[in-house]
């Protein structure tokens, strides 16, 4: 089968195309045909060896994922031919780049019957993240003031609709140009982060979602008893001491695969409350150039390859 690895850290250039054996299932696992993989900022970082996750090359960076059963191993809770998506195997190698890929089936949920695998790839990784914070650590429902810095990213962009969707007031950062696209999304307030402090303006919110290391600053909007809950600084003790020292809640999140939140996210897809947004698509063997593009940091959502 065909597969992106790369055997040293680098740019760009070192991901390669390359034929290698097919993975076969074992028990309660299910052999995925993938028809279209997301591509994610984490997986450009471990690319170039900044976040050494996966430790030495040679390995497959990737891991979201959407395509059809191909082979269901004994005990999978899948059949041949259903159609799946998920991120299996974060934060261990899953190489996601590639024609087939295996995955625990308890790792991978349906894919919502009302979008087609490429937009389906793109939610994985980033719309776990943003469930796993707002939803499962700050607990957002009806009427809470939330934040949302990044909020045109590929995390940011699905978690102010996530927040929407649990009927919070959502105030979204994102530079101007980015404006128009993120009301589209239900953002009741957007602040140009470049042109206005947030931490000058903003008081009095329940739940902070912090994509950009800026959990510092983030204290003062918060009103006593809310919550930060970071991405980026998830492994921060003293973040977090401080954080719990001003009167407020720390919660760091490390995504991790779970189909029930992925069938949660499923639903809203299918209810019309999420859609994920495509900034460009690429083939397989074009993958150097999908992780330029998500590198640059100027993407607004999503980017995904497509696999024949």
């Known amino acids: ?40 900022p984490v997986d450009v970082a471990v690319r170039s060896g900044a976040y050494p996750l996966l430790g030495e090359p040679s390995f497959g960076v990737g891991w979201d994922v959407s395509g059809v059963v191909e082979v269901a191993g004994p005990g999978a809770r899948f059949r041949v031919g259903d159609e799946v998506f998920g991120m299996p195997f974060f934060p261990r190698a899953a ?15 349906r894919k919502p019957a009302t979008i087609d695998h490429v937009q389906a790839a793109a939610l994985p990784l980033a719309g776990l993240t943003a469930w796993q914070g707002l939803v499962d650590a700050a607990r957002v429902g009806e009427g809470d003031r939330v934040l949302i810095t990044r ?10 609709q996530i927040a929407k ?24 307030e957007v602040i140009d982060y470049r042109e206005t402090d947030f931490a000058e303006v903003v008081r009095d919110v329940d739940v902070v979602f912090d994509s950009t290391s800026q959990g510092r600053r983030s204290l003062g909007v918060l009103r ?26 720390f919660a760091g999140v490390s995504v991790e695969p779970d189909y029930a939140s992925l069938e949660a996210i499923a639903a809203l897809v299918d209810a019309g409350r999420i859609r994920p947004h495509l900034d460009a698509t690429f083939p397989l063997v074009e993958a150097g150039r999908a992780h330029e593009l998500v590198g640059s940091g100027r993407t607004k959502g999503k980017v995904v390859l497509t696999v024949a």
Do not use: C, K, W
Request: charged fraction near 20%; aromatic fraction near 4%.
């Open 95 to 109: 190489t996601g780049y590639a024609e087939y890929v295996v995955a625990p089936s308890r790792q991978v949920a």
């Open 1 to 40: 089968m065909l597969a992106v690895i790369q055997n040293e850290f680098g740019g760009p250039e070192v991901l390669e195309a390359v034929e290698i054996d097919r993975p076969e299932p074992r028990g309660g696992e299910v052999l995925i045909r993938v028809h279209a993989s997301g591509v994610n």
């Open 151 to 160: 909020a045109a990213g590929g995390v940011g962009h699905l978690a102010v």
């Open 224 to 249: 006593q008893g809310g919550t930060l809950v970071s991405i980026m600084e998830h492994g921060d003790r003293q973040l977090a001491a401080e954080v719990e020292a001003a009167g407020r809640r």
């Open 165 to 188: 969707a649990r009927g919070a007031h959502v105030i979204a950062l994102a530079g101007a140009p980015r404006h128009e696209f993120v009301r589209g999304l239900g953002a009741d």
